[in-house]
T-cell receptor
Framework: EAEVAQSPRYKITEKSQAVAFWCDPI?????LYWYRQILGQGPELLVQ????????DSQLPKDRFSAERLKGVDSTLKIQPAELGDSAMYLC????????????????FGPGTRLTVT | GDSVTQMEGPVTLSEEAFLTINCTYT??????LFWYVQYPGEGLQLLLK?????DKGSNKGFEATYRKETTSFHLEKGSVQVSDSAVYFC????????????FGAGTRLAVHP
C-alpha cells in the first residue's frame, strides 16, 4: 500500500539554527498538508497545498517558517531560525483532492518528524 | 470557530473492558467527523468516519455514531485489547472548504492485561 514518506524521522537542532523537513506524498495526490503536533495536543494545520499552490497558510508563522512544493509533488518545510517553542512533531499528509465529498478527501499521514530544539 | 472537545486522559482499562471516549464538536457548517489513532512513534491512521447525521462509522471493533442533536461522536469498543493502547483523536472537516482537519487534543488509552 502506498504511503506518505517523511524525512528525517528525528531532528535535534540548536535554537537559531535552520532546519528543513521533507515530505513525499502518495503518488497522484494533489493536496498536501503540513501539521504541527505539540506534545499532548492535537495536530494543527500549518499549510495546505493544492498542487503547487498554497491554499491555506493562515497558521504558518511566516516570519520563520516557509514551505514549498515546487513541482506539485514533494514538499519541504523550513524553519529559520528555530526557537525552543518549535519543538514538536511535524506531520505531513496527503489526499487525492482537497475539495468535494466522498473518499477523495481522506487524508493519509506520514510517520512524522520529531523536532527537538535545544 | 469550529472546534472539537475530547474527554481528558489517560483512560486506563483492563483487557476485555468496555471503552467509551467522549467527543463533542462545534461547527458553523455541516461537518464530517473522524476518529484517528496514533500508536507510539507513528503518524496518524484513520480509524473510522461518518459524513452525515445518524451515520455509524465502524472499524476493527470500534464504533461511533454521528449525533447531530447532541453534537457528539463518541468512540466505543466492546472489548479492548492491549494492542489498542494508543492516542485517539476526534476530528472534523467542515464542508465547502479545502478539507482542513480540526482535531481534538487527543485521549491516551492504556490497556493492561
Amino acid at each position: 500500500e502506498a504511503e506518505v514518506a517523511q524525512s528525517p524521522r528525528y531532528k535535534i537542532t540548536e535554537k537559531s539554527q535552520a532546519v528543513a523537513f521533507w515530505c513525499d506524498p502518495i503518488s497522484g495526490h494533489a493536496t498536501l498538508y503540513w501539521y504541527r503536533q505539540i506534545l499532548g495536543q492535537g495536530p494543527e494545520l500549518l499549510v495546505q497545498f493544492q498542487d503547487e499552490s498554497v491554499v491555506d497558510d493562515s497558521q504558518l508563522p511566516k516570519d520563520r517558517f516557509s514551505a514549498e512544493r515546487l513541482k506539485g509533488v514533494d514538499s519541504t518545510l523550513k524553519i529559520q531560525p528555530a526557537e525552543l517553542g518549535d519543538s514538536a512533531m511535524y506531520l505531513c499528509a496527503s489526499s487525492f483532492t482537497g475539495g468535494g465529498a466522498g473518499r477523495n478527501y481522506e487524508q493519509y499521514f506520514g510517520p512524522g518528524t520529531r523536532l527537538t530544539v535545544t | 470557530g469550529d472546534s472539537v472537545t475530547q474527554m481528558e486522559g489517560p483512560v486506563t482499562l483492563s483487557e476485555e473492558a468496555f471503552l467509551t471516549i467522549n467527543c463533542t464538536y462545534t461547527a458553523t457548517g455541516y461537518p464530517s467527523l473522524f476518529w484517528y489513532v496514533q500508536y507510539p512513534g507513528e503518524g496518524l491512521q484513520l480509524l473510522l468516519k461518518a459524513t452525515k447525521a445518524d451515520d455509524k462509522g465502524s472499524n476493527k471493533g470500534f464504533e461511533a455514531t454521528y449525533r447531530k442533536e447532541t453534537t457528539s461522536f463518541h468512540l466505543e469498543k466492546g472489548s479492548v485489547q492491549v494492542s489498542d493502547s494508543a492516542v485517539y483523536f476526534c476530528a472534523l472537516i467542515v464542508s465547502g472548504g479545502y478539507n482542513k482537519l480540526i482535531f481534538g487534543a487527543g485521549t491516551r488509552l492504556a490497556v493492561h492485561p
